[in-house]
């Protein structure tokens, strides 16, 4: 089946340094890639909707100069958290969407647990 | 704006017993729905879908749910648990017009032996 990788899965950073998270589709090409953070045992929250070639949407209070979304291919967007600050601890989950619609399959990757000290 | 509400943060149940998990939706045109577990420190796994047709709907690991339109809900069952089961719930409600997935807070599924 469709595999959605998503690298690191753990990283410890600095408060005041980026931080880069890669989300790959391995054997599909995903028009859009969704991007999710997770406080604990809390729900997904959507952050922004990337779709190949074009700039992310960013969902209402997330701010995008913070959270820098590339999506340079149908198989790559990364997700840049820039001068990272221990409230952006969390843990971010990417999607990946390869039909258009709702209706299409949606893939998630495993998750990145971001921890800043 | 679509918006699902599921009932109950953590659920018990014993090995071998029915699971039921609620889930509410509020949207005047039936939406599509999605139940998806996520085990710890992992993303989330598709458990089964509805979008048209037949309500009640089958999915893995022996789980299925009925899409109730007259309760606004899509509970999901399954009839005998596993202790492989226990993990966290989320239902999500497609949101109109869009290709975005709105989540339910989740409900924590315990089962004890």
């Known amino acids: 089946g469709a595999v959605v990788s998503q690298h690191p899965s753990r990283v410890i950073c600095k408060s005041g340094t980026s931080v880069k998270i890669e989300c790959r589709s391995l054997d599909f090409q995903a028009t859009t890639m969704f991007w999710y953070r997770q406080f604990p045992k809390q729900s997904l929250m959507l952050m922004a909707t990337?779709?190949?070639?074009?700039?992310?949407t960013y969902e209402q209070g997330v701010e995008k100069d913070k959270f820098l979304i590339n999506h340079a291919s149908l198989t790559l967007s990364t997700l840049t958290v820039t001068s990272a600050h221990p409230e952006d601890s969390s843990f971010y989950i990417c999607?990946?969407?390869w039909g258009p619609g709702v209706n299409s399959p949606l893939h998630f990757g495993n998750g990145t647990r971001l921890t800043v000290t | 704006a679509q918006s699902v509400t599921q009932l109950g943060s953590h659920v018990s149940v014993s090995e071998g017993a029915l699971v039921l998990l609620r889930c509410n939706y509020s949207s005047s045109v039936p939406p599509y729905l999605f139940w998806y577990v996520q085990y710890p420190n992992q993303g989330l796994q598709l458990l089964l879908k509805y979008t048209t047709g037949a309500t009640l709907v089958k999915g893995i690991n022996g789980f299925e749910a009925e899409f109730k339109k007259s309760e606004t809900s899509f509970h999901l069952t399954k009839p005998s648990a596993h202790m492989s089961d226990a993990a966290e719930y989320f239902c999500a409600v497609s949101d109109i017009g869009t290709d975005k997935l709105i989540f339910g807070t989740g409900t924590r599924l315990q089962v004890f032996p």
């Open positions: 990337s779709n190949e070639g074009s700039k992310a």
């Open positions: 999607s990946a969407r």
